[in-house]
């Protein structure tokens, strides 16, 4: 075949395994959460397991050391480095099956194997090879955001259904591999031999942080500024690939040459204060600016970051005896620092205080630390093995844009007009897992459709964070059933509260609620029905009973003298509490006051309590029902509601 001939396998094989890197580490932070989550907040797990799983989870991150401990011993990595490749890469395409299996337990245990063998790979692919450094991430980037794209923010290859297409992704990179490493089908330039160096692995953790993080999540940035996904996603894609593209196959272009030759004429004060003054007031005002300035400001700081990656190795004349896999377990050991920080940003009531609304400082910090190790050095013309702009790749890269282009369409809404009732109902989603921590999103996509309800209010929902897949829980869910998706940011704009409707939404609006605990949101969608406005409010209120009658006042304040509204959540507070007294004084009703155990909706499993509600004033209740499905750690409630005669 022809078209083959113009592909460059030996830069497909190692893009697939940081691909698979990318996927490992997605997939690993997320079973952790759920360890955690039951050692820590449930106490269904002995705090010696969880030990025993980080002590792995070390082993795995610091295995590259190994690579250099090995290198100058007969029969060790160096004495035949196509079998290192061949044998870890064949490993991670058999291991990374393990993941598109939704069992917690086997996706934890293959994801610390896959990240173990990966990152002998990838150590061994920057000592032996690192001309393909840059290139092979970026690529691994893309790759990622098209499966996400693909998936509505739901890489498909996580997805169980995808299961015989991951095995042949799997034996693909087995037979690329085979190919690659028998018929020595490339040989790096042994005139530029450079080498990841601590001060480069504390760079790439900050790298990778930066990336997994938000950076290279085309729903994470739409969340953060405000901007469409549809939009979004084409153009992170097209910022992502855009080093790749060269002039001639002899003249780079972004990624190593005309821009490092341009600086390199530049003092290094001057070079190191514009690159970290982009990086950094890039970051803060992708955070804080909303709409187009900040959607510029973060594509600009994407790239600049994958543009400039090549230049955290370490110069040829420096090669510090070779011992990149030291510097890749820095990288790792520090990377997994950086995440666990920006997961105390989101438990810090129930972790370290201190975190509360440190998400940007920790973004800030890590941005700092690659721009003084990238801005401080002087360029060289030559920092990596760009891709030739031959044929089959050009034709390849942009008929993939033109998908995510396309694909990345928000889609049409099925809208209805409301009837003589209307079908509301409250679902704790769990960010998308059930009680035992599998992940279920589709599962509870299923229960909201069994409900035919026309407005579902959400809590717990998740919009790109590690420990959820990187899904974004509304979008998703409003694709899947093609209702509108209003999402009310909580905590780091990642995790709050939402709504999906299939009724004509004339306004959309959320609000944060006096949070001393956990922060929390109101969000709110106002509809038209016949010649009145019903307005429909979605909340998660504190544990803490103080707290929470503090956020319904706030809640109350917001729907005002509305006479037309319903308020419905996870109010953590049961039918004899003050706060149930309250809403019933502020003119409330719903329809399970006398239900008993018929109304029951937490745990999912066996229920022994009823803390969701769905309250509506100026409403009829007519009837309701708890749903039976276990999809999430609460049952859905939903309340049929008419207007009175």
Not at 552 to 569: C, H, K, N, R, T
Request: glycine residues 10%; contains cysteine; hydrophobic residues 55%.
């Amino acid at each position: 075949m022809r078209w083959a001939r113009g592909i460059p396998w030996h830069l497909v094989e190692p893009a697939v395994v940081s691909l698979f890197w990318l996927q490992a580490m997605r997939v690993l932070f997320s079973a952790l959460f759920g360890i955690v989550y039951d050692a820590v907040f449930s106490a269904e797990l002995p705090m010696a397991v969880v030990g025993g799983v980080f002590v792995a989870l070390l082993a795995a991150l610091a295995a590259p050391a190994a690579l250099d401990l090995g290198r100058a011993k007969p029969g060790g990595p160096d004495a035949d480095p196509g079998r290192v490749f061949f044998v870890t890469a064949s490993l991670a395409g058999i291991v990374r099956v393990s993941l598109t299996v939704n069992d917690p337990q086997v996706r934890l245990a293959g994801s610390i194997l896959l990240v173990a063998v990966c990152n002998l790979y990838l150590a061994h692919q920057w000592r032996s090879r690192p001309g393909a450094f840059a290139t092979i991430w970026v690529l691994g980037l893309a790759a990622d955001q098209v499966w996400r794209v693909l998936g509505y923010t739901w890489d498909i290859t996580l997805q169980p259904r995808f299961l015989l297409f991951q095995i042949a992704i799997g034996l693909g990179l087995i037979a690329v591999a085979r190919r690659n490493h028998t018929e020595a089908a490339f040989e790096d330039d042994p005139g530029y031999m450079p080498a990841l160096s601590i001060g480069g692995g504390l760079a790439l953790a900050a790298w990778l942080f930066l990336q997994t993080s938000g950076l290279a999540q085309a729903n994470v940035i739409a969340r953060w500024t405000g901007a469409n996904y549809d939009l979004v996603a084409p153009l992170l894609f097209l910022v992502t690939i855009t080093p790749l593209f060269t002039v001639r196959s002899n003249d780079p272009g972004l990624l190593s040459g005309r821009l490092l030759a341009l600086v390199s004429s530049w003092g290094i004060l001057v070079r190191g204060a514009l690159l970290m003054g982009v990086i950094l007031l890039g970051l803060v005002a992708g955070r804080l600016v909303a709409g187009l300035v900040g959607l510029a400001a973060l594509l600009l700081v994407q790239l600049v970051l994958v543009g400039s990656l090549p230049l955290i190795l370490a110069p040829a004349a420096n090669r510090c005896n070779g011992r990149s896999g030291t510097g890749v377990a820095v990288a790792m050991l520090v990377f997994l620092m950086f995440q666990l920080a920006f997961a105390f940003a989101f438990t810090y009531p129930y972790t370290v205080p201190e975190f509360r609304n440190a998400g940007l400082p920790i973004f800030v910090v890590a941005g700092a630390i690659y721009g003084l190790r990238v801005g401080l050095r002087a360029p060289e013309r030559r920092r990596s093995q760009p891709i030739p702009a031959n044929n089959t790749l050009v034709v390849g890269l942009s008929v993939v844009f033109l998908l995510v282009l396309l694909w990345s369409d928000a889609g049409e809404v099925a809208l209805i007009e409301p009837g003589e009732t209307i079908h509301v109902a409250t679902y704790n989603i769990h960010y998308g897992y059930d009680s035992d921590w599998r992940h279920t999103l589709e599962q509870q996509a299923q229960t909201i459709q069994a409900g035919n309800v026309d407005i579902v209010l959400l809590q717990e929902v998740d919009a790109g964070r590690m420990t959820s897949y990187g899904v974004d829980n509304a979008y998703w869910l409003g694709r899947r059933l093609r209702m509108t998706a209003v999402f009310g940011p909580a905590i780091e704009g990642l995790s709050g509260v939402a709504i999906l409707t299939r009724l004509p939404v004339m306004e959309a609006a959320w609000a944060l609620l006096p949070s001393r605990l956990e922060q929390t949101a109101l969000v709110r969608v106002t509809i038209a029905w016949d010649e009145d406005h019903l307005e429909a409010h979605g909340v998660w209120l504190g544990l803490e009973e103080r707290e929470r009658l503090t956020q319904l006042e706030a809640a109350l304040a917001a729907i005002g003298d509305a006479e037309v509204a319903v308020l419905g959540g996870d109010l953590n507070s049961l039918p004899d509490s003050a706060l149930y007294e309250r809403m019933a004084s502020a003119g409330f009703v719903e329809p399970f006051v006398d239900s008993g155990r018929e109304g029951y909706t937490d745990p999912a499993v066996a229920p022994a309590k009823r803390i969701d509600y769905v309250w509506a004033r100026g409403l009829v209740p007519i009837d309701g029902w708890v749903s039976a499905s276990t999809a999430s750690d609460h049952r859905m409630v939903v309340v049929r509601l008419s207007k009175p005669d």
